[in-house]
């Protein structure tokens, strides 16, 4: 859930990547002349948007307990337990990558939040060089959910109540390699100082009003369309995923007819994302599935059918993929990136009944009745027609040759594989041609 404080600019690092949706305009024009159809819902305004979710969210680093100071008694604190020395830096990873060190102890270990509870933190964040790059009094997240940088999800969880902590954090667990527009440059390392305020439970999915859940999705999507944009699909996939949950818990509240709209439309959004950013991993099965939950609901989405139709060709199913294409291309006759995609398919679908041909033609032979012995002419009808038949039939259950083994006979005549030994199989009876 987010508080009023972190909504207060939208470059903020709890909030990256909300407010960052394309208008209606800029999205037609990306329709038309985008090389990458698959970020077409990415960033869209009011219009738009194993499974997976088993993609771990992010490093998990657990609740260590203090490492213990053989050199120094530490205070007793208000939770009757003993707090980090204030001027021991914590390697948090263990890589050295994210460091936190204690400004000012908390009152005990049992007061750390836990993954699912709403905090609310202060904090001011700064580049190498001192300049401030944030500074928000009351930020409230929900811990563990990805909606802030990885930095702040690794470390809040580690904060005592009323603690404050410096965060030393590389630019892999902040902004990345592609830092934030304008006051974050790329790789650009962070320290966080940060004060933990409160921890609560979040509130039950069951009570949420029809705005109170539209609200909580769309800001799980826009995180999503945040890491998709820093091009991290599996953050991506797990924001995308929280927020189909929100939308797909049961409510124990009525809503309007506007408020059923609406969060189909979101879940729709999502759905799309997601089959994007499972595209972008390489995983098929899963992208496939979620364009077929879009087209349940809208069977005419013109980004469903060109994703579905694209999973389907990178899984060598052009016989599939084309029809479902060109029903993309009814719809959006201008689109040149259909085009282009449906062009490719349609080529490739004529190369692979050229092999396929090709292969068949050597499985059977080549019948011709020039040149063919006199005893196996008078077969040559039946031959054809067996062919033919033998053709169907591997055509529909898929049967190639095997390495190695190929297909004897004259030209002509019924052909079969040669028994060990180099002798062909016959029926008792049969003579050679």
Not at 11 to 23: F, I, Y
Not at 37 to 57: A, K
Request: charged fraction near 30%; proline fraction near 6%.
């Amino acid at each position: 859930m987010a508080s009023s404080g972190e909504e207060r600019r939208s470059s903020s690092p709890g909030r990256a990547g909300a407010g960052t949706e394309l208008s209606p305009t800029a999205d037609a024009t990306q329709l038309d002349t985008a090389e990458d159809f698959e970020v077409l819902e990415q960033e869209e305004e009011e219009e738009e948007e194993e499974d997976l979710s088993e993609l771990p969210p992010l490093e998990d680093v657990g609740r260590p307990p203090a490492p213990p100071r053989e050199d120094t008694q530490a205070p007793e604190q208000g939770g009757g337990e003993a707090a980090e020395d204030p001027q021991e830096w914590l390697d948090v990873l263990g890589s050295g990558l994210l460091k936190k060190k204690t400004l000012v102890p908390g009152q005990g270990m049992d007061t750390r939040p836990r993954k699912g509870q709403d905090v609310t933190i202060r904090l001011k964040a700064t580049l190498e060089d001192g300049s401030v790059v944030e500074e928000n009094p009351a930020l409230t997240f929900t811990l563990g959910d990805c909606d802030v940088l990885q930095a702040l999800d690794l470390c809040v969880q580690l904060l005592e109540m009323g603690e404050t902590a410096l965060i030393v954090s590389d630019a892999k667990y902040c902004y990345g390699a592609q830092g934030r527009s304008p006051d974050v440059p790329p790789n650009a390392a962070l320290t966080l100082e940060v004060e933990l305020l409160a921890a609560r439970d979040a509130p039950d999915l069951e009570l949420l009003s029809g705005k109170e859940k539209i609200e909580l999705a769309n800001r799980k999507r826009e995180r999503g369309n945040f890491f998709y944009q820093q091009a991290d699909y599996v953050l991506a996939i797990n924001s995308y995923d929280i927020a189909l949950k929100i939308i797909g818990s049961s409510s124990k509240v009525d809503f309007s007819p506007d408020e059923e709209t609406e969060l189909l439309d979101v879940k729709v959004k999502c759905l799309n994302n997601l089959a994007a950013s499972q595209l972008k991993l390489d995983h098929y099965e899963a992208a496939l599935k979620s364009c077929n939950l879009v087209l349940e609901h809208q069977p005419g989405n013109i980004k469903a059918l060109f994703r579905k139709g694209k999973v389907l060709a990178q899984q060598g199913e052009y016989r599939e993929a084309i029809p479902i294409l060109k029903a993309a291309l009814k719809l959006e006759p201008s689109n040149k990136t259909i085009h282009a995609e449906l062009s490719k398919l349609v080529k490739k679908h004529a190369d692979q009944k050229n092999v396929e041909t090709e292969m068949y033609r050597k499985m059977l032979g080549n019948p011709s009745a020039a040149g063919t012995p006199g005893k196996c002419k008078d077969k040559l009808p039946w031959v054809r027609a067996g062919a033919d038949l033998l053709r169907g039939v591997a055509e529909r259950v898929g049967v190639t040759p095997r390495g190695g083994e190929h297909w004897a006979g004259h030209r002509g005549c019924v052909s079969v594989p040669q028994a060990p030994g180099g002798q062909h199989n016959r029926a008792p009876g049969q003579g050679g041609c």
